[in-house]
C-alpha cells in the first residue's frame, strides 16, 4: 500500500483499513508514504521496492497522476496487480482497476448545496477559498474546481485554481490540509474582506481552523463552512453546525476492497471489475448536512455518523 | 534612514512596544543626510544596535503595504493580527537564534514543538493526568530532546546540522506513531484541560487584539536579549559562536554552554507547542513540519550570522515580523497564492540586501 | 627546592608528528624561566600541556609536588595558572572588555547582580581600561570596540593583560611580545618583572634573545620536542644559546 | 575497520565500480589491529582519503541489511536499484557538494532541477521546438539561476542561505505558474520527444539494471573529483571555502571563483532535471521541492564540511548511497514509513558518528 | 631618482577610527625601506592600501610614476607587487605546496596540462620544498601536509618564501620575523638582502630595532596614521628612532 502522505488522517485511516483486512485474510501488507503531497519520487521508490522484495500486487494513491505512470506500467510488466485508491490515474486504464471516488463530483455536490443554501444572496457571495498546496496537486484542484462548477462559477482551466476572474471569489489561500493552516488562511483572507460569507474548505481539518479563525473575531455565525472528507470528527462538526455539509469519502472501503482485489488475485489471477458505466469502481461520495437542500442528493447526519472513518 | 537621534531611540523604544501601530514613524523614511555630525550619530547608533535595521525594514514594509493595500493595513486589528500569525513562529524563532547564535543549526525546532504539543494532549486525554502536569510533561520532554541535541553536539561532536536533521525525522515519526494521528478538538481541551489552552486568550484594546501567544513571544524575546547581553552566560554564548577554540582556551565551558543551549532552544520549543495549542484551539499531529524553515529565515533576516558569534535575538523577531507583514501584505493585496510565494521569496533576499546596504553606508 | 610546576616524560603525538619527546620540565617558585628553541621544536605545545589545553599521551604533571592533570584550561585555571597562548584565543566579534574577562565576568552587587545575574559593564570596561593603560596599550580609542578591529599588536597586548591581571600561581607567556612595538614590549617586559617581584614564576617563550637574557632566570633550551638543557643566563651569552638550541653546539652540563 | 592496505586500495577501486555488488569485501568487518605498523598504515591512508569512511557504511550497511532482509538483498537487481534510485539525488548533490565546498548553501537545487525538466517539455509540448533545443534551453535557464545565485552571494554580497532560501521559493513558484500544473506523461514524450527520456535508457549486464541515469551520475562525481583535486579551479574553491579573505590576499578571485560554483551549480541542476525526466518517464512540475534536504544530507554524511573547505565529493556520492541502501532495505524489509523515517533519521546520525569515530581513531 | 611606489595623501577611516591621515610614502628602486611606528599606529592599513588589499577612501598611488590604483591584490600581483601580511593570509586546510602557488598554480606540461588542465603537484612541491630550504625551514616533515597543522614560526615562513619567490617589482613584508626563530629570522634578513641584490626594493615592516637597522636603507617612521619623517640609519641610532616613533621627539629633518 503506498499512500500519498502519513500525515493526513485521511490516508492514515486507509492504511488501519487495509491492515484491518489484510490481518483478516493473512495478507502480509508493507505500507509506504510520500513525504509530502504530490511527492512523486518517493511513491516511484517505494513502487521499485514492492518489485524488488517480490510483492503480489500494490494499492497507491497516486500523488501525482500522470508522472508514475511509466513506473506502474513496469511494475504491470512484471506481474503484479495494481490498484489505484482514492485517485485516479491518468490515464485510468494504467492500472488495473481504481476504487476510488470522484473528487470533482465531491467538489460540485458542495457547490451545489452552498448555491442553494445561500439562495438569492448567492449572486453576491463572498467566498474565501482554503486550498491545500501552492504547488496545486490533483485533489486539491479537482476538489476547488468541482466546487466552483457547483456554485456557478467560470472554472476556465480545471486542471489549476486561481484563474478565475468571478467578482464573488475573496481569494485563495492555501492550509496545506491541517487545523493551523485553515486558521492562517481564514484570518489572511478575513482582513482583505471582513464581509466573506461562505468558505470552501480543502478537507475537514482545515475548515475547523477556518471556524476558529472566524470564531475568534465573532464571526462564527453567519458564514457557512464546506468540505470534503467525511471522517467522524468532521461529521461530528456537521452537527454541531461548526460546518454547514460536507462530501463523505470512504476511504476505509477503497482501501478493504483493493485488499481483497490483490488476495483474489493472487488466489485465482482473476482481475476486479469495475462499476457499470464508468472506468473505475466508484466508492461513492455522499453529502452530509443538516440542513438538506433541494435538488441536492445528502444524507443526514445520523447516516453519515454511521458510516464515517476515524 | 532615520531622522534624529530622537527618532533612533524611538524606534528602540517601539520594539518594546511593538504591538501599538506604528505607522506614523514610517512616513518620514529616507529623507535625511544633511548634517554630517548628525548623520554619523545616526550610522553609529546603527552600528551599535544592528537589530534597527530589520526594524527599520519591519517599518518601511508595513508603511509600504500601507500605501499598497489602502489603510485597512493600518487598522489596529490587521496590526495586531501579523503579531499574532508570526507568535509561533517568533517563540520557535528564538530557539533557533540561540543556536545560531552558537554556529549551530536546529532543524528539529518544529518537530519539538509540535510532539510536545501533542504530549500534553496525549497526557490529559490518554492517560488522564491533570492538566499542569501534562504541560510540566510536554515542556520537560522539549528540553530532553533539546538535551540529547546537545549532548550529541558538544560531547559526540558531531555537527548540528547532521544531528537534528535526524533528529526532525525521528521526532516528526515518532510524533505521528504515537499520536496515532489523532486530532484533539478545541470542545475536548475546553471541557477537560482549559489550561491547555491559556494562550488563546487575548486583550482586546479598541481594534487591537493581542493574544497571549504574541505577548509572550515579546516578552520572551526581550528576555532573552537581556540574558544574552547582560549576563555571563549570553556572552558564553557568543563567545562559544564566535570561536569556540578560542572560548574553550579563554575559560569557557564550551560543551557545557552547548548543552545548556540546545536544551533551553527544546524546552522554548516546548512551549511554542503550548502556545500553539492556544493559537489552533486544538491539538493537531499535523502542524510545523516544516517550522524549522521559518524560523531559520527569521533568524537569518533579522541579521544573526549563521556562522555564529554575531546579531541579535531582537533582531530575529523582526526577521519574523517582515515574513509576517508580507504575507499578509500581498495576501490583503490580493495577490494568487503562488505569486504571494514567489514575492515573498524576492522579498527575502531583498530585505537582506536592504540589510546589508544599511551596514554598509553606517559602518 | 621543590619546583612549584614539574613535567615529568611528557609525550604528545599529533599523527605522524612527536611534538613532545619525553620533555622534563621544571620551574620554580618566584622565578622568570625562559623557554627557547627553533621553530616548531614544541615549545607551545610543551605550554599547551602545562596549561591543559592539550592532553598529553604520557608523562606526569606536579603542581607543588601534588600530581595534578588538566582536562581543560578551565581545570588549570582554576589551580592559578593563566596563560597567553601564541594564538591569543580571543572571540573577534566581542569587545576588549568581553575578552579580558571572558568566563569569570563581574556581576553587579546586590539584587541585580545576585538574581538577574545581570553583569558589571561598566566596571569591567573600567579594569579593562586601567590594565591596558598599565601596558601602555592607551592607542585603544574604546573599550567596547571588537577585538577583530584591533591591529595584531594591540590584540596581543591586550591577551598580555588578561593574563597577567587574574594570574595566581603561574604565568605563562608564549611569545608575548612578537607582535608588539618598541614601546609595548618595554611594557610587557616591566609587566613581567612586577610579577615576579608579586612573588609570581613566570614562563615566557620568546624568539627575542635579548629581552629573554635581559629579564630570564634560568633558560630552558628546547629542541627536537625535549629539554635539550637548563642553562644561566649569566653563564652563557646569547651566541651560546643559539648554538644550543639549533644543534650546533652540545650542551656540557645541566642546571 | 578494513583488514589490509590491500583490503584498503580495493575499498578505494571500488568507489570507481560501486555498480558490481560489494558485497562480499563487507564480511570480513572489524577484525584488524594486530599489527600496528600495518594498522598505522591504514591509518594513514583513511586520513588522506576521507571518503573511504562514507564509502566503509556503505558497504557495511549492504551487509547489515543483507543479513536482515536475505538474499534478495545482495541481488545484483536490488543493489543496481539502489544506484537507479540515488541518480537524481547524486546529482543533485553533486552540486550541493560544490556550492557548500565554498562555505555556501544551496537551498533551490530541487527547485532548479524541477523548474529545467519542466522547461525542457514546455519547449517541445507548448512552443514546439525541437528537443535537442528544449535540453540547451533547461540547461541554460538552470546556469541562468546558478548565475544570479551565485552573483548576489559574490557581488551582493548576501549570505548564501538567504539567497537561495529565496530562490528556492521563487523557483518553485514560477514552476507552478509556468507548468500551469501539467504533467506531461510518457506517451507524449516518447511520440515527439525522445531524448527528453534519454537517461532512461539502462544498460542489462545479468540481473543488474545500470540506467544511463546511474551511470552519468557516476561519471559525474568522478569528473568533479578530478576537477577539483587537479586543476587550478578545484584548489581555489576549497581555498575560498577554507578563508575567503586569506584567498583573496593570496591571489585568488573569490568572486569571480564564487560565481562559477553556483553556474556550476545552476547547469548541474539542469542536468539532473533532464535525468529526472528518464527516471520518472514523465515530467512532473511536483517534484523535487524538497530535494534540497536529501542532497544536504547526502553531502554531509558524506563528510563534507558544512563550514567549507574540507571534504571529498565521492564521499557526497557514498553518502547519498548510504541513505539509498538505508532507504530501499527498510523499505523491502518492509517497515511501516514512519518507522522508516525514524530509523534514516537515526542512521543518518550514526553515519556520521561512526566517521568521528573513525576519522578519531585514524588521526 | 623618481620613485618606484609612491603614494600621496593616502587616507583611510574604518568607522570612527582613521587609520590613515594623509600619509605620503616614497619606495626607490633597489632599496630596503623599513616602516616603523607604534602598534596602530597605521603600518598595516598603509601597506594594505599599497597592495590592493584595502581601497583609501582618498589620494594617490603611483607605480613607477605612472598614477594607479588597485581593486584587489591581484591586480597588485599582477604589478608585480608581492606581500606578506600580517595574517599571512593562507588556506589552513590546504596543504603548504597549495598555497604557495595559490592563484599561479603550474600546470602539467603537454596534453594534460594543456587540455585537462591538470596540475603538476610533483613540481609545485618539488619547488615549494626548495624554497622552504633556502629559508632553513627543514623542520616541516611533509610539503603535503595542511598548513593549520604547522607552528607560528613555520606558517609565517612559508608565507615569506611565497613572497620573495615571486615578487617581481616590489616585495612587501609585514613583521615578517615576528614569530620566527633566531636562525630563522636570520634566514629571512639575508633573504632579503639576496632580494635585493636582485635588484628588488622591499617595503619591512617591523617591531625589531636591531633587524631593521641591520638592513634598512631608508626609515618611514609612521606616527598617528601619517608619516612622521624619514630618517637614514646611519645618522640616527636606535633610540633617536624609538623616541621619534613614540613621540618623545621632535623631527628636526625630513630626508
Ligand atoms: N594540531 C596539530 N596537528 C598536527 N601537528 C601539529 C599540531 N600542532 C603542532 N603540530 C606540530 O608539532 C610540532 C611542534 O609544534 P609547536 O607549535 O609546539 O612548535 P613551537 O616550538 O611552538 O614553534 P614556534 O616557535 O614556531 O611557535 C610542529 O612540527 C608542528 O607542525
Ligand atoms: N577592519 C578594521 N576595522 C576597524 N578598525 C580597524 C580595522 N583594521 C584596523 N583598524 C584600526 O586602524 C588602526 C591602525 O591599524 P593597523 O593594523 O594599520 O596598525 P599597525 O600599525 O599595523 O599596528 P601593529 O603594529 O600592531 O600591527 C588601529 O587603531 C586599528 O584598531
Ligand atoms: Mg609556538
Ligand atoms: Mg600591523
Known sequence: ?310 | MVQSPHEAQRLERDAQRLEQPVAASAAQVAEFDQDRSLRHRVQHRLHMTPSLVPLFVVVASIAGFGLLVGPGFFSAFALTLILKQVAVTGIVGAAEALVILTAGIELSVGAIMVICSVIMGQFVFAYGLPAPVAVLGGLGIGALIGFINGTLVARAKLPPFIVTLGMWQIVLAANYLYSGNQTIGSDQIDARAPLLNFFGGQIQIGGAILTYGALTMIALVLLLAYVLRHTAWGRHVYAVGDDPDAAELAGVKVGRVLVSVYTLAGLICALAGWVLIGRVGAISPNSGQFENINAITATVIGGISLFGGRGSILGMMFGALIVGVFTLGLNMYGTDPQWTYLLIGLLIILAVAVDQWIRKVSA | MEPILKGRNLVKRYGRVTALDQCDFDLYPGEILAVIGDNGAGKSTLIKALSGAVTPDEGELYLNGQRVSFASPIDARRHGIETVYQTLAMSPALSIADNMFMGRELRKPGFAGKWLRQLDHDRMARIAREKLTELGLMTIQNINQPVETLSGGQRQGVAVARAAAFGSKVVIMDEPTAALGVKESRKVLELILDVKARGLPIILISHNMPHVFEVADRIHVHRLGRRLCVIDPKDYDMSDAVALMTGARQPDKAA
Open chain 1, 1 to 310: 500500500l503506498i499512500t500519498k502522505t502519513d500525515s493526513n488522517p485521511y490516508f492514515v485511516k486507509m492504511k488501519q483499513g487495509a491492515q484491518a483486512e489484510a490481518k483478516k485474510l493473512g495478507v502480509q501488507l508493507k505500507s509506504y508514504a510520500g513525504k509530502y503531497d504530490g511527492d512523486n519520487q518517493s511513491q516511484v521508490n517505494a513502487i521499485e521496492a514492492c518489485m524488488a522484495s517480490g510483492a503480489k500486487g500494490i494499492l497507491i494513491t497516486p500523488s501525482s497522476t500522470k508522472a508514475i505512470v511509466p513506473t506502474i506500467e513496469k511494475a504491470r510488466k512484471a506481474g503484479l496487480l495494481v490498484i489505484a485508491l482514492d485517485t485516479e490515474l491518468d490515464p485510468a486504464n494504467a492500472a488495473d482497476m481504481t476504487f476510488a471516488t470522484d473528487n470533482f463530483h465531491a467538489g460540485v455536490l458542495d457547490g451545489e448545496w452552498a448555491k442553494a443554501k445561500l439562495g438569492a444572496k448567492a449572486k453576491d457571495a463572498k467566498i474565501a477559498f482554503l486550498d491545500l498546496a501552492v504547488s496545486q496537486p490533483t485533489v486539491g484542484v479537482e476538489r476547488d474546481q468541482g466546487f466552483m462548477k457547483g456554485f456557478g462559477i467560470d472554472i476556465k482551466n480545471p486542471n489549476k485554481w486561481g484563474d478565475e476572474t468571478d467578482p464573488r471569489i475573496v481569494g485563495h489561500a492555501v492550509t496545506g490540509g491541517a487545523i493551523e493552516g485553515g486558521q492562517k488562511a481564514m484570518e489572511t483572507l478575513l482582513a482583505k474582506n471582513p464581509n466573506i460569507n461562505l468558505v470552501y474548505a480543502i478537507n475537514e481539518p482545515a475548515a475547523e481552523g477556518a471556524y476558529q479563525a472566524l470564531k475568534s473575531v465573532g464571526k462564527a455565525k453567519g458564514v457557512t463552512i464546506v468540505a470534503i472528507d467525511g471522517s467522524c470528527r468532521g461529521v461530528r462538526d456537521v452537527q454541531k453546525g461548526i460546518i454547514g455539509a460536507t462530501a463523505q469519502q470512504y476511504p476505509l472501503m477503497m482501501a478493504k476492497l483493493g485488499v481483497e482485489a490483490v488476495y483474489k488475485y493472487a488466489k485465482t489471477g482473476a482481475k476486479p471489475k469495475a462499476t457499470p458505466g464508468l472506468d473505475f469502481f466508484n466508492t461513492g461520495t455522499n453529502l452530509i448536512t443538516k440542513d438538506p437542500q433541494k435538488g441536492v442528493p445528502s444524507i443526514p447526519v445520523k447516516k453519515g455518523l454511521e458510516l464515517c472513518w476515524g
